[in-house]
């Protein structure tokens, strides 16, 4: 079991930012952040592939960033430049498996945190 807390959400104007952090019990292979809004499936946001790389969904690439903290198991997005359409619960995810390119479906991640929402007024 992969326990995950996520924090940081919260409301901001357009084009503010806000870095959310997620907490897990361990690192995982493939560690990721999901969006979703009321009546839409949950997307991925950006993920990262332990011994890979990090990859980001087209609608956030250049504004939001993922970085780890080496030994501290933690996980953070830095959101920036946010936009009414990044209104969403925000959630953390982890699966053990070793994947050369961890997936961006939600569906392959079998450990979720409870999420954090974020909500961006114009």
């Known amino acids: 079991q992969v326990h995950l807390v996520e924090s940081g959400g919260g409301s901001v104007q357009s084009g503010g930012t806000l870095r959310l952090s997620c907490e897990a019990s361990?690192?995982?292979?493939?560690m990721a952040w999901f969006r979703q809004v009321p009546g839409k499936e949950r997307e991925g946001v950006g993920i990262v592939t332990r011994g890979g790389g990090i990859t980001y969904a087209d609608s956030v690439k250049g504004r939001f960033a993922i970085s780890e903290v080496n030994g501290k198991d933690t996980l953070y997005l830095q959101m920036n430049n946010l936009q009414q359409e990044d209104t969403a619960m925000y959630y953390c995810a982890a699966d053990r498996r070793i994947w050369t390119d961890c997936p961006m479906t939600a569906r392959d991640y079998k450990y979720w945190g409870q999420g954090t929402q974020v909500t961006v007024s114009s």
């Open positions: 361990e690192y995982a292979g493939c």
